[in-house]
T-cell receptor, first 114, second 111 residues
Framework: SQTIHQWPATLVQPVGSPLSLECTVEGTSNPNLYWYRQAAGRGLQLLFYSVGIGQISSEVPQNLSASRPQDRQFILSSKKLLLSDSGFYLC?????????????FGPGTRLTVL | DAKTTQPTSMDCAEGRAANLPCNHSTISGNEYVYWYRQIHSQGPQYIIHGLKNNETNEMASLIITEDRKSSTLILPHATLRDTAVYYCIVRVGTGGFKTIFGAGTRLFVKA
């Protein structure tokens, strides 16, 4: 069976510090990968998605970047965090093609920028 | 992708059916209706999806109107653990990157 891992679970960072959140998927190969952010009490905003190694699409301009160095690894980064980067970050994966019906979400990382 | 409209919140008594409505009047012919839910501080969980026929699985039933402009998610016997935010989404079948989560409906199941 497939599993998705995210870490850390919670993170408190000062403004201006760098960020690296990691997401890995086990039990499948060549998945589509996604990064979402959820502000308090709001819906999810798609930040990035990837259909393969080194292939990243950005949905909104922002202070963040994403990378996919390996097939089942997706990393969300920032060089300098802003207060507005606070939120609940969720990684998700899905199968490709006709099987791309359901997205499977990780447990999330709650980021607080002070 | 079409947008959806859902009530902000709903209450339901434990053991009763919870009927969550969703309006998607601008849905296109190739767009599916998906439902996810998010329990507090967890990632969303897929529930069900459909194109035009009603669908049922172990979690819920999805009723789509004949004109496809609205749908209803039914939890047949709601439990306290069903308290969550429920998202109604419309998107093409093979387009995970087009999954747009709105504010959803906050369902409170009360004992």
């Amino acid at each position: 069976s497939q599993t998705i891992h995210q870490w850390p679970a919670t993170l408190v960072q000062p403004v201006g510090s760098p960020l690296s959140l990691e997401c890995t998927v086990e039990g499948t190969s060549n998945p589509n990968l996604y990064w979402y952010r959820q502000a308090a009490g709001r819906g999810l905003q798609l930040l990035f998605y990837s259909v393969g190694i080194g292939q990243i699409s950005s949905e909104v301009p922002q202070n963040l970047s994403a990378s996919r160095p390996q097939d089942r690894q997706f990393i969300l980064s920032s060089k300098k965090l802003l207060l507005s980067d606070s939120g609940f970050y969720l990684c998700a994966w899905s199968f490709k093609g006709l099987a791309d019906n359901e997205q499977f979400f990780g447990p999330g990382t709650r980021l607080t920028v002070l | 992708d079409a947008k959806t409209t859902q009530p902000t919140s709903m209450d339901c008594a434990e053991g009763r059916a919870a009927n969550l409505p969703c309006n998607h009047s601008t849905i296109s012919g190739n767009e599916y209706v998906y439902w996810y839910r998010q329990i507090h501080s967890q990632g969303p969980q897929y529930i069900i999806h459909g194109l035009k026929n009603n669908e049922t699985n172990e979690m819920a039933s999805l009723i789509i109107t004949e004109d496809r402009k609205s749908s209803t998610l039914i939890l047949p016997h709601a439990t306290l653990r069903d308290t969550a935010v429920y998202y109604c989404i419309v998107r093409v079948g093979t387009g995970g990157f087009k999954t747009i989560f709105g504010a959803g409906t906050r369902l409170f199941v009360k004992a």
